[in-house]
């Protein structure tokens, strides 16, 4: 690829399609249209927003036998200018309800806010805490018992180092004992207070754990942009009505975060401490972070380096992730390099180049990121008011976040927060299915595989660098691994929206390994579970596309709900009606 003359934004990020098929969009404003909506009376019996929504559809629809629109062509069609409103503003009135009397008005707060020329966190560099006395390092993997010095090898977090002397993975370890002077009921009420605060950095999901996490980094040194703390929905109808009554399933949404990925949470930490290294008194020499992806890590990279002014260099495999992905790397400044190869020829690539230049390597072969990613674990405790769940799913692609979901349930088992660890799935797609493989073959040998083309791309790895970890979570866990084929994970995500979710592929992968549990009885109708849904699903929305267009070859497309072209005729749209609500009317 010239360096003068690369590719387009839509040649590198054609989302993976069954088969490959032209990218759909037009980005070209139409110039010409004009949408004229002429006064109506209102109907108090149609919300304003489908009101609006069914008087452009009939505008635009003009045959009645037309065959049915897909999504594609839909939104290929180019865009008219948007129409401009006008709203009259109402007048102000205050809605009382009968308890008004009885609730007195709350008592004006006695905290001072702060001075109008000083930001939060100058306002935390005032009220700076003494030191802690707590601290962590890295150790060679796998770790040794609890507690400190159970080895001879450990290296300061200040250190730039990837790898033991043996070659090896590291693991950031803490000091338990300095932790544990301090009761679980302590911990508990901490973590408890800082939730939904603007107090610098504690706002943030992971930094309201920054004890657990980097109990030694300087809150100025700290990039966030207040991540975690995110949904814990209950998934009532998916429980109740598709999986034979289950009554307390949930789904953790780590998607609703900045960049729209559960990798927030560890490239926060991460970020952090690059940003350390660079500013005095350490001062070295980094000349920015590089990162391999299949498109949630270079996002996350990339929106945390913007935030704190540092160089991003991204990897990505060509034509391998969604344009949502690519995307973002491109809008927060990163260099993007686009490479004719897949995700673990880009982790072969990045780790030579971090050999040989100033570049501070992001991938979870590094693991500051594990240590934000188990907070996710923490605060699904913290949610179900410190009660430990039975079950917690997780979808698995590089590894490392099943690892880092055991260390944060495991910390607070030993610091005394809770008392047991909850059964921990790792969900793989059948496309690329190393660790299913290796639980199946009794861990006896694993094999790495060339991962095939899935839906899910974020985990189409074949070479997981944290094998080595996972394979520790499951054993201490009594873990399962289960898989899933593409026709199972977009059915899995295409019903779950159905009751009202919006899952990405891989939340799919996941919700399909859960029918299966709960189909042969392993996870009963009252077992407490928690499925980790890892990024938002606007983010693979050509996939949902295509689902719903039948366009996928060799599936079914079980749940796709195409939409039904109608003739702007009352006659022709009370017959489409009454078909589909045939019984209910």
Same mark, same amino acid.
């Given at each position: 690829?010239?360096?003068k ?14 088969p ?16 004229h ?8 019996r ?12 009939m ?36 809605v009382?309800?009968?308890?008004? @009397?009885?609730?007195p ?6 905290k ?8 939060? #966190?100058?306002e935390?560099?005032?009220?700076r805490?003494?030191?802690n ?22 290296y ?6 990837y ?10 370890r ?18 408890d207070? #800082?939730?939904? #605060? ?12 920054? /004890? !657990? ?21 209950w ?9 034979? +009554? ?30 350390r290294?660079?500013r ?8 920015g ?21 540092i ?12 344009? /949502? ?5 491109i ?11 897949d ?34 674990a923490?605060e699904?405790l ?9 079950w ?8 490392g ?14 610091? +005394? ?12 797609? @059948? ?5 299913? #493989? ?5 861990w ?7 991962a095939?083309?899935? !839906? ?15 394979v ?6 009594n ?27 891989h ?11 709960? /189909? ?19 983010k ?34 009370m ?11």
């Amino acid at each position: 690829m010239s360096a003068k003359s690369g590719p387009s934004i839509h040649a590198v990020s054609t989302a993976f399609q069954f088969p490959p098929t032209p990218t759909r969009y037009s980005l070209k404003p139409s110039s010409t249209s004009t949408v004229h909506i002429p006064p109506t009376a209102p109907n108090p019996r149609i919300p304003a927003a489908a009101a609006a929504a069914a008087s452009s559809t009939m505008a635009a629809t003009t045959h009645a036998t037309a065959p049915s629109p897909s999504l594609s062509s839909l939104l290929s069609r180019p865009r008219s200018a948007a129409p401009q409103l006008r709203l009259r503003p109402a007048a102000h009135r205050r809605v009382r309800c009968a308890t008004d @009397a009885a609730v007195p008005a709350p008592a004006a707060t006695n905290k001072p806010r702060r001075a109008a020329d000083e930001d939060i #966190r100058e306002e935390a560099a005032r009220h700076r805490a003494p030191a802690n006395g707590f601290s962590a390092w890295y150790e060679p993997f796998p770790p040794g018992p609890a507690g400190a010095g159970s080895t001879d090898e450990r290296y300061s977090l200040d250190e730039i180092v990837y790898r033991s002397s043996s070659g090896g993975l590291l693991d950031v370890r803490h000091d338990m004992a300095a932790l544990a002077r301090h009761p679980g009921s302590y911990w508990r009420d901490l973590f408890d207070s #800082r939730v939904g #605060r603007t107090v610098w950095p504690y706002g943030s999901g992971v930094w309201s754990k920054k /004890e !657990f996490v980097l109990p030694g980094i300087d809150p100025d040194h700290i990039v966030s942009l207040f991540e975690g703390n995110s949904n814990l929905f209950w998934a009532e109808r998916l429980g109740r009505d598709h999986l034979a +009554g289950m009554k307390d399933l949930w789904v953790k949404h780590c998607g609703i975060s900045h960049t729209g990925s559960f990798k927030d949470l560890g490239m926060t930490v991460l970020v952090s401490q690059v940003n350390r290294l660079r500013r005095a008194p350490l001062s070295r020499p980094i000349a920015g972070v590089g990162c391999a992806s299949t498109g949630d890590t270079s996002a996350a990279l990339s929106a945390y380096c913007a935030a704190a002014g540092i160089p991003a260099i991204v990897f990505l495999p060509a034509n391998r992730i969604s344009l /949502e992905q690519l995307i973002q790397p491109i809008a927060n400044g990163a260099t993007v390099l686009s490479l004719d190869t897949d995700f673990d020829g880009c982790m072969r690539l990045i780790r030579e180049v971090t050999a040989e230049l100033p570049i501070y390597l992001a991938n979870s072969l590094n693991s500051l990121r594990l240590e934000g990613q188990k907070t996710a674990a923490i605060e699904i405790l913290q949610q179900f008011d410190w009660e430990v769940p039975d079950w917690v799913i997780v979808p698995g692609g590089n590894l490392g976040n099943i690892y880092a979901f055991y260390k944060g349930f495991e910390m607070c088992r030993v610091l +005394g927060l809770v008392d047991r660890l909850p059964r921990l799935v790792c969900a793989q797609a @059948a496309n690329a299915n190393p660790l299913y #493989r290796y639980y199946k073959s009794g861990w006896t040998q694993f094999q790495p595989q060339v991962a095939e083309p899935t !839906f899910a791309s974020a985990i189409q790895i074949g070479d997981p660098v944290s094998v080595d970890r996972a394979v520790v979570a499951l054993k201490a866990t009594n873990g399962i691994v289960a898989e899933a084929t593409e026709e199972e994970l977009m059915n899995a995500m295409s019903l779950a929206d159905r009751t009202g979710m919006f899952a990405c592929p891989h939340t799919g992968v996941a919700l399909a390994a859960l029918f299966k549990l709960r /189909e042969e009885g392993t996870i009963g109708a009252n077992d407490r579970t928690v499925v980790v849904s890892t990024a938002h699903g606007l983010k693979f929305s050509q996939s949902k596309i295509d689902y719903h267009d039948q366009k996928i070859e060799d599936m079914a497309c079980k749940y796709a709900n195409p939409p039904v072209s109608v003739k702007a005729d009352f006659g022709a749209v009370m017959d489409v009606l009454k078909k589909r609500l045939k019984g209910k009317l």
